[in-house]
């Protein structure tokens, strides 16, 4: 007896390591439900981008050749080491590998991907920007990231004979910079914001329209950055096409996947074909010790609110009736909060609301 238990034992584990790794599908035998789960998931399930209203240029080919310039060009930086393409490496789908995002500065979180990115209605974390192009502004004058600002952005496109020409020919004429301080935002520090406020609000209104010019260019080429099809999706053509040869994902993948639909309940969140449902979530993740806790979502609506540069301002190129991101109307955040006897309207903003502020109501 003991002399057939090591064979067997032997026949065992070699079986199971060629179940799962030799190529030799099992067959999966999902059900109806599952395969039309799993059908959604495909990139070719995937519509075609809506247009962006709040930028005109959104899907100019011009624009996005010149925001593909301004994403790969570190003199957009107080350093001139950093681009966009610093930390959102196309050949690491658009992040860096690394733990925290490594800028002029170190910044407090990891780097996420842009692929597919232009389908979300909200960017950063935490929502915190309701369009692609007032997200692009951000990092250009954040100390960690660019730490440039728009008058020294200014300057560098209008010297640059390049950049100048490209500009022009899409957004008109660049404002005059003779007689304007070297640096200066209304988003800076002491020095920054002293130059800033010596000038008129024209010039003002002219620079902050440049500045958001550059990010609707920059935005236009973020549109460009699409996800390309892999095995998964040519595992799901082949369950629908020829379900005894699915040979594109292999035994472990496809109990994977099971886990992921089923026990795992990650389709709940992770779903269609970009795999996210671009909402909000409370997953958990502590705060850094020694730091206060996130406020999450709660704080993203109050500053996108209040953006300069979100849908509703005067940089937006969409009209008031466009800009359906309901979060941003006067009201709703207190009614999504609080408000049960909503009118229709606001019911929408407190479905929009209710479904987000997972992110701090654990
Ligand atoms: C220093 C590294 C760094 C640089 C430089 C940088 N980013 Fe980012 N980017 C980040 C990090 C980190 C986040 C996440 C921040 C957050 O969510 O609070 C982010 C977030 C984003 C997002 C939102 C992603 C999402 O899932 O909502 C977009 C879009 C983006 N960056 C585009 C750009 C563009 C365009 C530039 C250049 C103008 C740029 N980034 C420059 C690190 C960087
Ligand atoms: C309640 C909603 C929810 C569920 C369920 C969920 N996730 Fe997530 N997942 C998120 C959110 C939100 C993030 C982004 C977290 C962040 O950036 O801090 C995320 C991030 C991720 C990431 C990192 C993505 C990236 O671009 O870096 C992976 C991988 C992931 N989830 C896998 C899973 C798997 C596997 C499961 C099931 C076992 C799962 N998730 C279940 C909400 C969820």
């Given at each position: 007896?003991?002399?057939?238990?090591?064979?067997?034992?032997?026949?065992?584990?070699?079986?199971?390591?060629?179940?799962?790794?030799?190529?030799?599908?099992?067959?999966?035998?999902?059900?109806?439900?599952?395969?039309?789960?799993?059908?959604?998931?495909?990139?070719?399930?995937?519509?075609?981008?809506?247009?962006?209203?709040?930028?005109?240029?959104?899907?100019?080919?011009?624009?996005?050749?010149?925001?593909?310039?301004?994403?790969?060009?570190?003199?957009?930086?107080?350093?001139?080491?950093?681009?966009?393409?610093?930390?959102?490496?196309?050949?690491?789908?658009?992040?860096?590998?690394?733990?925290?995002?490594?800028?002029?500065?170190?910044?407090?979180?990891?780097?996420?991907?842009?692929?597919?990115?232009?389908?979300?209605?909200?960017?950063?974390?935490?929502?915190?920007?309701?369009?692609?192009?007032?997200?692009?502004?951000?990092?250009?004058?954040?100390?960690?990231?660019?730490?440039?600002?728009?008058?020294?952005?200014?300057?560098?496109?209008?010297?640059?004979?390049?950049?100048?020409?490209?500009?022009?020919?899409?957004?008109?004429?660049?404002?005059?910079?003779?007689?304007?301080?070297k640096t200066g935002t209304p988003e800076g520090d002491e020095e920054q914001l002293?130059?800033?406020?010596?000038?008129?609000?024209?010039?003002?209104?002219?620079?902050?329209?440049?500045?958001?010019?550059?990010?609707?260019?920059?935005?236009?080429?973020?549109?460009?950055?699409?996800?390309?099809?892999?095995?998964?999706?040519?595992?799901?053509?082949?369950?629908?096409?020829?379900?005894?040869?699915?040979?594109?994902?292999?035994?472990?993948?496809?109990?994977?996947?099971?886990?992921?639909?089923?026990?795992?309940?990650?389709?709940?969140?992770?779903?269609?074909?970009?795999?996210?449902?671009?909402?909000?979530?409370?997953?958990?993740?502590?705060?850094?010790?020694?730091?206060?806790?996130?406020?999450?979502?709660?704080?993203?609506?109050?500053?996108?609110?209040?953006?300069?540069?979100?849908?509703?301002?005067?940089?937006?190129?969409?009209?008031?009736?466009?800009?359906?991101?309901?979060?941003?109307?006067?009201?709703?955040?207190?009614?999504?909060?609080?408000?049960?006897?909503?009118?229709?309207?606001?019911?929408?903003?407190?479905?929009?609301?209710?479904?987000?502020?997972?992110?701090?109501?654990?």
């Amino acid at each position: 007896m003991k002399k057939l238990l090591l064979p067997l034992v032997a026949i065992i584990v070699v079986t199971a390591i060629g179940w799962n790794y030799l190529s030799i599908p099992r067959a999966a035998h999902w059900s109806e439900d599952e395969l039309r789960l799993i059908a959604s998931l495909s990139l070719d399930a995937l519509p075609p981008l809506s247009p962006d209203p709040s930028n005109r240029v959104a899907d100019d080919p011009a624009a996005a050749e010149l925001g593909h310039r301004l994403y790969f060009d570190t003199r957009l930086s107080s350093n001139g080491q950093v681009a966009c393409a610093t930390c959102h490496k196309p050949e690491l789908m658009f992040t860096d590998g690394l733990p925290l995002a490594v800028g002029v500065g170190i910044g407090p979180v990891h780097t996420p991907s842009l692929v597919g990115l232009a389908y979300s209605p909200w960017f950063y974390w935490d929502g915190r920007k309701d369009s692609q192009w007032a997200q692009a502004l951000a990092p250009l004058e954040a100390k960690h990231e660019h730490a440039t600002d728009r008058i020294q952005l200014l300057q560098l496109l209008s010297t640059d004979s390049d950049y100048r020409v490209m500009y022009e020919d899409i957004f008109g004429e660049l404002p005059v910079v003779s007689n304007l301080p070297k640096t200066g935002t209304p988003e800076g520090d002491e020095e920054q914001l002293a130059n800033w406020n010596t000038l008129d609000t024209g010039t003002q209104r002219a620079i902050s329209e440049f500045f958001a010019n550059l990010g609707k260019a920059i935005a236009a080429y973020e549109r460009k950055i699409m996800p390309g099809p892999g095995r998964f999706d040519e595992y799901i053509t082949q369950l629908a096409t020829n379900p005894a040869e699915t040979e594109a994902l292999n035994n472990t993948e496809i109990a994977g996947l099971r886990i992921f639909i089923d026990k795992g309940q990650c389709v709940s969140c992770h779903n269609g074909p970009l795999l996210s449902n671009h909402e909000f979530h409370n997953t958990g993740v502590l705060a850094v010790s020694g730091t206060m806790p996130s406020m999450g979502r709660y704080d993203g609506v109050r500053t996108s609110r209040n953006d300069p540069f979100n849908c509703l301002g005067e940089f937006s190129d969409a009209t008031t009736a466009e800009c359906t991101r309901v979060t941003l109307r006067p009201g709703c955040e207190r009614s999504g909060w609080r408000d049960e006897n909503a009118d229709t309207e606001k019911h929408i903003a407190n479905r929009a609301l209710y479904a987000r502020r997972a992110d701090v109501d654990s």
